[in-house]
């Protein structure tokens, strides 16, 4: 446990630069899609509710924090592979929670506009974001935030 708690929170930060923009590209969505559920009740305890979560309200508020503050902390580089277990998890829950349903035609959240609705190909299409985001910070959990971090300026000194 100690070794890996010492993995954790000391990643390598020699990596290249330019995985600055994966840190970007993650952060940003997490945190944008964490205020959008403060935001609009449909995105944070609407959508929860539909979804048949216990105690949609505190879930949205956990849910939404645990993006903005997150997000910030991949965008900034700080505690990277922290804050990535639990978006990693995140994803997986999100998946689970309406891709199944999708595929099944079952889902309570609106079906996508346009074919396919349900079935193998909507999940395909509908879990895209999901897809990115998981193996993006898969990605910075295994490989650290790259040398232009604040995990890399706090190491050097």
Request: proline content about 8%; aromatic content about 12%.
């Amino acid at each position: 446990m100690k070794n890996f708690m010492q993995w954790l929170t000391n990643p390598p930060v020699d990596g290249s630069a330019s995985v600055l923009l994966l840190r970007l590209m993650a952060g940003g969505v997490f945190f944008w899609e964490g205020l959008l559920k403060f935001v609009f009740a449909n995105q944070g305890v609407g959508r929860f509710t539909k979804l048949g979560f216990p105690f949609p309200e505190l879930t949205a508020g956990f849910v939404g924090s645990l993006e903005v503050v997150g997000g910030l902390l991949l965008i900034v580089g700080l505690g990277t592979r922290l804050i990535a277990v639990p978006f990693i998890v995140e994803m997986l829950v999100a998946v689970l929670a309406t891709k199944i349903a999708l595929y099944l035609g079952t889902s309570p959240l609106p079906l996508p506009p346009s074919p396919p609705q349900v079935g193998f190909w909507a999940v395909l299409h509908e879990i895209r974001s999901e897809y990115a985001q998981l193996l993006t910070v898969l990605f910075l959990l295994l490989n650290g935030p790259g040398r232009l971090s604040l995990d890399a300026l706090f190491r050097s000194r």
